[in-house]
């Protein structure tokens, strides 16, 4: 199956109006386009706020799409509406089960939480200063000639942080097991690494969080983390690193309650910046 990921403007929104913050930056898009098969943008019959030349360009490759949402009545683009309008095209996406979708959310809601959400505990997986990713000025068109040819590496890679989401949350594997899927996921990381590194174009690494939603089993997790002396840390700057920066961390924030029920996961795909405590 295809993943998609659907990307927002970065926005700060309150309870009487919004800014428009600054435009995604072009190494996140490079990014996004290099690792995930289909990107979407939320857009409504309200706003439209264009993301640029880049975005374009992806459109036209066929990578690339707007999600629209339509509403009616009398609107205010405060949070309510930001967070509503980026659930409600996440929700359009999944029910289509074209592709597996998950979210980058660059609205920052102030002075209010949705209704549709509730606050839990979760785990992250974290690889952080890890990924070898081109920095921003490198063309679109060669990151795109880059993906094909580097297919295999791609999807290998993709498939073992899959297969490592898959034993730590929604298995019943030993400790010994989810220790040898780490190490697949560290000798795929270092084979993509490579061959970015032997690409002609700059590259840099940066960090990743896979944020991983799962009510009822967080219990059942812990445990075998620190069956293998991994302790859970609260904040990413602290967390027991356990291979080629892979690291795992505790995470307190608001989730939607409105997630279609074939849904293994809400996962949320930031950099380790500002969601951690």
């Not at 439209?48 to 949402?69: C, N, Q, R, S, W």
């Amino acid at each position: 199956m295809k993943k998609g990921l659907l990307i927002t403007q970065d926005i700060t929104a309150g309870n009487s109006g919004f800014s428009l913050n600054q435009p995604l930056s072009p190494q996140k898009l490079r990014q996004y386009a290099l690792f995930w098969d289909e990107i979407a943008c939320p857009q409504s019959n309200i706003f439209h706020f264009g993301m640029g030349p880049d975005y374009e360009y992806l459109i036209e490759a066929g990578i690339a799409k707007y999600e629209t949402v339509n509403f009616s009545g009398s609107i205010r683009g405060d949070a309510k509406y930001w967070i509503e309008l980026q659930e409600a095209a996440f929700q359009k996406l999944t029910m289509r089960d074209e592709s597996k979708w998950s979210l980058a959310s660059e609205v920052k809601s102030l002075g209010m939480s949705s209704p549709s959400q509730h606050a839990h505990s979760t785990l992250c997986l974290h690889l952080v200063d890890s990924i070898q990713v081109f920095t921003g000025d490198v063309p679109l068109a060669e990151i795109l000639e880059f993906k094909q040819r580097r297919h295999d590496e791609l999807i290998e890679f993709r498939d073992s942080i899959d297969e490592l989401v898959e034993q730590t949350i929604f298995t019943a594997d030993t400790s010994e097991a989810i220790k040898r899927q780490i190490r697949k996921v560290e000798r795929d990381l270092n084979e993509v690494n490579r061959v970015m590194s032997e690409s002609r174009y700059p590259t840099l690494k940066t960090c990743a969080t896979n944020v991983l939603t799962a009510d009822g089993v967080l219990g059942l997790v812990a445990p075998a983390l620190l069956a293998m002396e991994l302790p859970l840390e609260s904040n990413v700057k602290t967390a027991l690193a356990i291979g080629s920066g892979i690291a795992f961390s505790l995470y307190k924030g608001r989730h939607t309650n409105v997630l279609p029920r074939n849904l293994k996961q809400y996962a949320y795909v930031a950099h380790a910046r500002k969601e951690l405590i």
